[in-house]
C-alpha cells in the first residue's frame, strides 16, 4: 500500500484495492493501522469527483517537510523542481544557457536553484537527476553530477538519460497517465525516447533501449551525430527540421504553418512521416496502445500528428494501428526535472516517506526507473 502511494501519490481505497488485490476490509484495518502511526494522512487537495455524491476520500503518505528535487540538464538548460513525496510540486527554477556552458557553471547554477527552493525549513531527502543521452564523455558527467551533487546534499542521486525521464513525467503525470504500454519520444535537438510495456520502463539488456533517434530509415542516409548512417534523428532533429523549413525557432514554424505555407507543410509532413515509419515498425514488434511525442518540435501539434498517424495505419502490421492514441505531451519544460523526482519515487531502495523504525525494511537497491 504504500508503495502504491509513492508512486500514485494520493488513492481512495478502492484504488488501492484494485492497485494491490487486497480486500476492502483488509484495507480498511492497514490504513487504520497507518493512520495511526502517522506514516500516512487524508489528502488535502481537492480530487475531482464524478459530481455525483460525495467524493471518495483520498491517502498520501505523510509529507511532513521532506521534499524530492529534480535537476534536468539540457543541452542548452538546467531546470529544478522541488516536490513533496505527495506529488505536490513546490516550486521550480529555469535557467537557459549557451551549448558550450561548461559542466562546472550548470552545477553550480543546479546548487544555487536547489539552496534557494530547498531552504532552511524543508528537508531533502534524495536528488533524480537527467543528462543528455548522446553528449561527449557521457559517463564521466553521469559520475560528477552524482559525486557533486551527492558531496554537498549527502542524500541519494540517480542519473539517468533526460530524454527518458521526460517519458517518465509524461506517464506518471502528463500526456501518458492513464496508458500502460507507452512509446514516448523526445523530439528536440536530439532525438531519444522511452518505451513503457505492462506499466514497466523498459531499459534493456545494455540500459540504452528507447534510442529511436538512432533507429536507422536509410542505410544509406545522411550521416547522424553517432557516426551511423540514415538515423531517425539524422532528418528529424530540430535543427535540421528548422533548417529546411527556413524557420528561425518552433514558433517561427507554427506561424508559418498557420498561414500554410507550402514549404512549412512539406517539410513538418516529411518530418512526421519519418517518425511515423519507426512508430509503425514499432508497432509491428510490440503491439503497444499508445504514443506521446513530446521536446520542442511535438509543440507544432496536429499537422505533425496527422503526418505521424497516417503512416502507422499505413505500415504498421498490428491490428490496432488504427486505434493507437497519439498524444502531444502536456507537461512543457519541466519534464525532465519532474521525470527526475518520478525517478526517485519509483526508486524503492531510497526511502522517502515518515517510516518508524520498526517499518524500516532492507530493500535490495532497484535497478534505476523500476519500480
Ligand atoms: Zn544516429
Same mark, same amino acid.
Given at each position: 500500500?504504500?508503495?502504491?502511494?509513492?508512486?500514485?501519490?494520493s488513492?481512495?481505497?478502492?484504488?488501492?484495492?484494485?492497485?494491490?488485490?487486497?480486500?476492502?476490509?483488509?484495507?480498511?484495518?492497514?490504513?487504520?493501522?497507518?493512520?495511526?502511526?502517522?506514516?500516512?494522512?487524508?489528502?488535502?487537495?481537492?480530487?475531482e469527483?464524478?459530481g455525483?455524491?460525495?467524493?471518495?476520500?483520498?491517502?498520501?503518505l505523510?509529507?511532513?517537510?521532506?521534499?524530492?528535487?529534480?535537476?534536468?540538464f539540457?543541452?542548452?538548460?538546467?531546470?529544478?523542481?522541488?516536490?513533496?513525496?505527495?506529488?505536490r510540486?513546490l516550486?521550480?527554477?529555469?535557467?537557459?544557457?549557451?551549448?558550450?556552458?561548461?559542466?562546472?557553471?550548470?552545477?553550480?547554477?543546479?546548487?544555487?536553484?536547489?539552496?534557494?527552493?530547498?531552504?532552511?525549513?524543508?528537508?531533502?531527502?534524495?536528488?533524480?537527476?537527467?543528462?543528455?543521452?548522446?553528449?561527449?564523455?557521457?559517463?564521466?558527467?553521469?559520475?560528477?553530477?552524482?559525486?557533486?551533487?551527492?558531496?554537498?546534499?549527502?542524500?541519494?542521486?540517480?542519473?539517468?538519460?533526460?530524454?527518458?525521464?521526460?517519458?517518465?513525467?509524461?506517464?506518471?503525470?502528463?500526456?501518458?497517465?492513464?496508458?500502460?504500454?507507452?512509446?514516448?519520444?523526445?523530439?528536440?535537438?536530439?532525438?531519444?525516447?522511452?518505451?513503457?510495456?505492462?506499466?514497466?520502463?523498459?531499459?534493456?539488456?545494455?540500459?540504452?533501449?528507447?534510442?529511436?533517434?538512432?533507429?536507422?530509415?536509410?542505410?544509406?542516409?545522411?550521416?547522424?551525430?553517432?557516426?551511423?548512417?540514415?538515423?531517425?534523428?539524422?532528418?528529424?532533429?530540430?535543427?535540421?527540421?528548422?533548417?529546411?523549413?527556413?524557420?528561425?525557432?518552433?514558433g517561427?514554424?507554427?506561424e508559418?504553418?498557420?498561414?500554410?505555407?507550402?514549404?512549412?507543410?512539406?517539410?513538418?509532413?516529411?518530418?512526421?512521416?519519418?517518425?511515423?515509419?519507426?512508430?509503425?515498425?514499432t508497432?509491428?514488434?510490440?503491439?503497444?496502445?499508445?504514443?506521446?511525442?513530446?521536446?520542442?518540435l511535438?509543440?507544432?501539434?496536429?499537422?505533425?500528428?496527422?503526418?505521424?498517424?497516417?503512416?502507422?495505419?499505413?505500415? =504498421?502490421?498490428? @491490428?490496432? %494501428?488504427?486505434? $493507437? !492514441?497519439? *498524444?502531444t505531451?502536456?507537461? &512543457?519544460?519541466l519534464?525532465? =526535472?519532474?521525470? @527526475?523526482? %518520478?525517478?526517485? $519515487? !519509483?526508486? *524503492?531502495?531510497?526511502?522517502? &516517506?515518515?517510516?518508524?523504525? =520498526?517499518?524500516?525494511s532492507?530493500?535490495?537497491?532497484?535497478?534505476?526507473?523500476?519500480?
Amino acid at each position: 500500500m504504500l508503495d502504491l502511494l509513492r508512486v500514485q501519490g494520493s488513492a481512495s481505497r478502492a484504488q488501492i484495492a484494485e492497485g494491490t488485490g487486497l480486500s476492502r476490509a483488509t484495507i480498511s484495518a492497514i490504513t487504520a493501522n497507518l493512520r495511526r502511526s502517522g506514516l500516512i494522512v487524508r489528502s488535502d487537495t481537492a480530487v475531482e469527483g464524478s459530481g455525483v455524491g460525495r467524493t471518495p476520500e483520498h491517502l498520501t503518505l505523510n509529507p511532513g517537510s521532506r521534499v524530492i528535487v529534480g535537476v534536468e540538464f539540457s543541452h542548452t538548460r538546467v531546470t529544478v523542481v522541488v516536490s513533496d513525496v505527495t506529488h505536490r510540486v513546490l516550486g521550480s527554477k529555469v535557467r537557459e544557457h549557451d551549448h558550450d556552458e561548461p559542466w562546472e557553471r550548470r552545477l553550480g547554477t543546479a546548487i544555487g536553484f536547489i539552496d534557494a527552493l530547498v531552504g532552511a525549513t524543508l528537508t531533502l531527502i534524495a536528488i533524480g537527476s537527467g543528462v543528455p543521452g548522446a553528449i561527449s564523455g557521457r559517463s564521466g558527467v553521469v559520475d560528477r553530477v552524482e559525486q557533486c551533487l551527492g558531496d554537498r546534499y549527502r542524500v541519494p542521486v540517480r542519473v539517468e538519460n533526460n530524454a527518458r525521464l521526460a517519458g517518465l513525467a509524461e506517464f506518471s503525470w502528463g500526456a501518458g497517465k492513464d496508458m500502460q504500454d507507452l512509446v514516448y519520444l523526445r523530439l528536440s535537438e536530439g532525438v531519444g525516447g522511452l518505451l513503457i510495456v505492462d506499466d514497466e520502463p523498459r531499459l534493456g539488456n545494455t540500459d540504452s533501449a528507447g534510442e529511436f533517434g538512432h533507429v536507422c530509415i536509410d542505410p544509406n542516409g545522411p550521416v547522424c551525430r553517432c557516426a551511423n548512417r540514415g538515423c531517425l534523428e539524422a532528418y528529424v532533429g530540430l535543427g535540421t527540421v528548422l533548417a529546411r523549413a527556413d524557420a528561425a525557432s518552433v514558433g517561427e514554424l507554427i506561424e508559418a504553418l498557420d498561414r500554410a505555407e507550402p514549404r512549412a507543410l512539406a517539410v513538418t509532413t516529411d518530418a512526421g512521416a519519418r517518425i511515423g515509419l519507426v512508430l509503425a515498425n514499432t508497432c509491428s514488434i510490440l503491439d503497444i496502445s499508445s504514443v506521446v511525442l513530446g521536446g520542442a518540435l511535438a509543440q507544432v501539434g496536429d499537422q505533425l500528428v496527422r503526418a505521424v498517424r497516417q503512416m502507422v495505419v499505413r505500415h =504498421a502490421y498490428s @491490428g490496432g %494501428a488504427e486505434q $493507437l !492514441r497519439i *498524444r502531444t505531451a502536456e507537461l &512543457g519544460n519541466l519534464d525532465g =526535472a519532474l521525470g @527526475g523526482v %518520478a525517478l526517485v $519515487l !519509483r526508486d *524503492r531502495s531510497i526511502p522517502v &516517506g515518515f517510516r518508524p523504525k =520498526a517499518m524500516t525494511s532492507t530493500t535490495q537497491r532497484g535497478k534505476a526507473l523500476t519500480a
